[in-house]
């Protein structure tokens, strides 16, 4: 069999990994909340996200475009495939020595940090599409920015519109609607980060000359899709225990003030095709809203470690995948 075929299968396989493993690694970030109000019993909650995700994965392909052409040039890669397959095997051991420990990191900081480390590793700092990349590094740091603002701002709109009500009332009303707002929020996350996967096969199909386009073939997508949905269904436990509860102590309005911030904000940055951090900006919006609660009630002891791996992740996935790039290189 001919040697790019086999690469360009492992690379689909790795990519449909990164898509599985993302699921489960993600799956708090569209859960967390509403498993932590009690809206939804866990089992319950993660059935939903898997479909919603599935359902978003399916809709959208201008994130997946992005991801194809803008941080590196697939027609011009140099060394394309090991590049490719480098980018995977990293970005996949940060994801799982992140679950592992229960950290809610970046998979899309692991996956865009790893293809620009293995591009530079074969070809230079040249290799990068630098004004695709910057913007698409601006989109990541500002995304958790804006999600703080808009929680904030929502969560302070919800307190005048139910300063008068009765709590217990309001509690049972908005555990409802958390319901609807998890669902839509899983949604969102699949439109968003379902897609890397499927720019990054593509990206992979261009290098070695099976497709001639960047449009993203359905096979890609269903396939990605499914690979998303069946990864949420695991579930991630450790990570919904942190978003859940370490950040703030979540009553079911808090709840879904930061379930409408983040999906406003992930789908926001889907419809200009623009990927970003469904962990950055969901874990943000609860930020946001927890201040805008109480200040002193956010704990931002697990914010201050939250914040310091979202901003390792990148340096280190694109080193770990500068390493993995020479060793596939050396093999190969």
């Given at each position: 069999?001919?040697?790019i075929?086999?690469?360009?299968?492992?690379?689909?396989?790795?990519?449909?990994?990164?898509?599985?493993?993302?699921?489960?690694?993600?799956t708090?970030?569209?859960?967390?909340t509403?498993?932590?109000?009690?809206?939804?019993?866990?089992?319950?909650?993660?059935?939903?996200?898997?479909?919603?995700?599935?359902?978003?994965?399916?809709?959208?392909?201008?994130?997946a475009?992005?991801i194809?052409?803008?941080?590196?040039?697939?027609?011009?890669?140099?060394?394309?495939?090991?590049?490719?397959?480098?980018a995977?095997?990293?970005?996949?051991?940060?994801?799982?020595?992140?679950?592992?420990?229960?950290?809610?990191?970046?998979?899309s900081?692991?996956?865009?940090?790893?293809v620009?480390?293995?591009?530079?590793?074969?070809?230079?700092?040249?290799?990068?599409?630098?004004?695709?990349?910057?913007?698409?590094?601006?989109?990541?740091?500002?995304?958790?920015?804006?999600?703080?603002?808009?929680?904030?701002?929502?969560?302070?709109?919800?307190?005048?519109?139910?300063?008068?009500?009765?709590?217990?009332?309001?509690?049972?009303?908005?555990?409802?609607?958390?319901?609807l707002?998890?669902?839509?929020?899983?949604?969102?996350?699949?439109?968003?980060?379902?897609q890397?996967?499927?720019?990054?096969?593509?990206?992979?199909?261009?290098?070695?000359?099976?497709v001639?386009?960047?449009?993203?073939?359905?096979?890609?997508?269903?396939?990605?899709?499914?690979?998303m949905?069946?990864?949420?269904?695991?579930?991630?436990?450790r990570i919904i225990?942190t978003?859940?509860?370490r950040?703030?102590?979540?009553?079911?309005?808090n709840?879904?003030?930061?379930?409408?911030?983040?999906?406003?904000?992930?789908?926001?940055?889907?419809?200009?095709?623009?990927?970003?951090?469904?962990?950055?900006?969901i874990s943000?919006?609860?930020?946001?809203?927890?201040?805008?609660?109480?200040?002193?009630g956010?704990?931002?002891?697990?914010?201050q470690?939250?914040?310091?791996?979202w901003v390792?992740?990148?340096p280190?996935?694109?080193?770990?995948?500068?390493?993995?790039?020479?060793?596939?290189d050396?093999?190969?």
């Amino acid at each position: 069999m001919d040697v790019i075929l086999i690469i360009t299968i492992l690379i689909v396989i790795g990519a449909l990994a990164f898509d599985f493993i993302n699921g489960f690694h993600d799956t708090a970030n569209a859960i967390a909340t509403a498993v932590s109000t009690k809206a939804l019993k866990p089992r319950h909650a993660v059935i939903l996200a898997a479909a919603m995700n599935f359902v978003g994965a399916m809709t959208f392909t201008g994130v997946a475009k992005t991801i194809t052409k803008d941080i590196v040039d697939p027609f011009t890669l140099e060394n394309g495939s090991v590049v490719i397959l480098a980018a995977l095997v990293a970005a996949i051991s940060w994801n799982l020595i992140t679950w592992y420990y229960g950290i809610p990191s970046s998979s899309s900081h692991a996956i865009i940090g790893s293809v620009a480390g293995a591009a530079i590793a074969a070809a230079g700092f040249g290799a990068l599409n630098y004004s695709g990349f910057l913007k698409i590094i601006q989109a990541l740091i500002f995304s958790p920015l804006i999600a703080f603002a808009v929680g904030y701002i929502v969560y302070t709109i919800f307190k005048i519109l139910f300063k008068n009500s009765n709590l217990t009332k309001m509690n049972r009303s908005f555990r409802f609607i958390q319901i609807l707002t998890a669902s839509l929020q899983a949604y969102t996350h699949g439109t968003n980060d379902a897609q890397k996967a499927m720019g990054i096969i593509t990206m992979a199909l261009i290098a070695n000359n099976y497709v001639t386009t960047t449009d993203i073939p359905f096979w890609v997508q269903f396939s990605c899709a499914l690979a998303m949905g069946l990864g949420t269904s695991v579930g991630g436990w450790r990570i919904i225990k942190t978003v859940g509860g370490r950040i703030i102590k979540i009553r079911p309005v808090n709840g879904v003030a930061a379930d409408l911030t983040g999906a406003a904000v992930i789908f926001g940055a889907t419809f200009i095709h623009l990927p970003v951090s469904t962990t950055h900006v969901i874990s943000s919006s609860i930020l946001g809203v927890g201040a805008a609660h109480r200040i002193k009630g956010v704990k931002w002891g697990t914010a201050q470690r939250m914040v310091w791996t979202w901003v390792i992740t990148l340096p280190i996935s694109a080193l770990i995948a500068a390493l993995s790039y020479m060793i596939i290189d050396l093999i190969l």
